[in-house]
Each structure stands twice: as C-alpha cells, then as structure tokens.
Nanobody, 124 residues
Framework: QVQPVESGGGLVQAGGSLKLSCAAS????????VGWFRQAAGMEREFVAA????????YYADSVKGRFTISRDNAKNTVDLQMNSLKPEDTAVYTC?????????????????WGQGTEVTVSS
C-alpha cells in the first residue's frame, strides 16, 4: 500500500506562509483521495483539507478557507498544502492521509493510511 511522508513544517511568524508536501511511496498516489488533518496539543484531531484522486474536487475546513490551498501532482506522486496568512491557532501537527473513498472526505474514518506528521508552529 501507499506510504505517505510529510515535509515542510517549521516555525513561521503570524501572517507568513508555509507549504507542506505529502509524498507517496510504494504505490501511485493517483489511486487515493488525500486529506490533511491537524492536531494541536491537548485538542482533538481536526480536518483541514482534502482532494479527490484526480484533483477534480477539493474541500476545506471553514477555519482555513481562503488561506489554505490543497493541490496534487500525480506525476510526481505528491499532494501539497499551501498555507498563507498563518495564525497562531494554526499551530499543530499536520498529517496527511490516503484513502480510497471519494466522498465525505472531511471525516477521518474515510482514510486508512496515515503519515507520521509534520509540526507547524506559528508565532504571534
């Protein structure tokens, strides 16, 4: 099965930008819908964004709409999350996940393969 690996996390000031990448190994990423989730310390995991297998549909949490953009390049086996206008409340561990479903992608139960996560810290 595919194994997602995240990169691109780090420390950024409020108002800044970061781009997270999720790279797939072992199998083509094009077989999977991909979602990004995040979990802040002491908080529940929450949905951030998702994209269908061929990228024809994207979904966003209300908290990131207009600031984050998810995209994919199946030729490169990657899914990116461009994060702009970052806020301290965006601080979390961001994890990408892959699944074979094409609907209700905001639900973490739609994914069965998870990466290890990458940490994003936004300072005020």
């Amino acid at each position: 099965q595919v194994q997602p690996v995240e990169s691109g996390g780090g420390l950024v000031q409020a108002g800044g930008s970061l781009k997270l990448s999720c790279a797939a190994s072992r199998r083509p990423f094009s077989l999977y819908s991909v979602g990004w989730f995040r979990q802040a310390a002491g908080m529940e995991r929450e949905f951030v964004a998702a994209i269908t297998r061929v990228g024809d549909s994207t979904y966003y949490a209300d908290s990131v709409k207009g600031r984050f953009t998810i995209s994919r390049d199946n030729a490169k086996n990657t899914v990116d999350l461009q994060m702009n206008s970052l806020k301290p409340e965006d601080t979390a561990v961001y994890t990408c996940a892959a699944g074979t479903y094409a609907t209700m992608l905001e639900q973490y139960s739609r994914y069965n393969i998870w990466g290890q996560g990458t940490e994003v810290t936004v300072s005020s």
